[in-house]
Structure formats: structure tokens, C-alpha cells
């Protein structure tokens, strides 16, 4: 299932070093993403840090980013609910 970085938050190839915007490639910032690489995709912070390294988005992180989608999700279904 392809996913979209969120805001400031970017996919990189762990074995290159290419980034994207998404794990498939459709977004991609560095040219020849290709299938290793999103196999090797690592959710990372926009900015390297001083010393050079990407930072990899902690799990507790990503955790609570999908769990803020999914009740966003479940907010536009009620909507959609509401307005029928
Ligand atoms: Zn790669």
C-alpha cells in the first residue's frame, strides 16, 4: 500500500539515499527511485540533523500520526453521515 510523508517528513532509501515524497515513487524528489528503494523506504524528518544523518521518525511517532488519520477519517464519515 503506497503512503504519503506527512508534512516535513520524507521517505529516503536506507541502501541510496534517494528520498521521496511517497513509499511508490509517484512523488519522488531524487531521480531512479525504483523498487529497492521503496523496499529500503524509511520514514525520516525533512532536515538532516547537524551532523548529516537523516533522523528516522520514531514508531510512538508514526503510531499517533495514523491514529490522528484514522480519527479523521472516522470525523468525515460522521459528516457524511450527518448530511445525507
Ligand atoms: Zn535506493
Not at 21 to 30: A, E, F, L, S
Not at 62 to 78: I, Q, S, V
Request: aromatic letters at 8%; proline letters at 1%; glycine letters at 6%.
Amino acid at each position: 500500500m503506497n503512503k504519503v510523508a506527512p508534512e516535513s517528513q520524507v521517505f529516503v532509501c536506507a541502501a541510496c539515499g534517494k528520498r521521496s515524497k511517497d513509499r511508490y515513487g509517484d512523488q519522488k524528489i531524487d531521480r531512479g527511485w525504483d523498487v529497492s528503494c521503496m523496499l529500503n523506504a524509511v520514514l525520516c524528518y525533512e532536515e538532516k540533523s547537524e551532523t548529516g544523518f537523516w533522523i528516522v521518525v520514531g514508531k510512538a511517532e508514526r503510531d499517533a500520526e495514523e491514529k490522528l488519520e484514522a480519527e479523521y477519517d472516522e470525523h468525515r464519515k460522521a459528516r457524511r453521515r450527518v448530511r445525507k
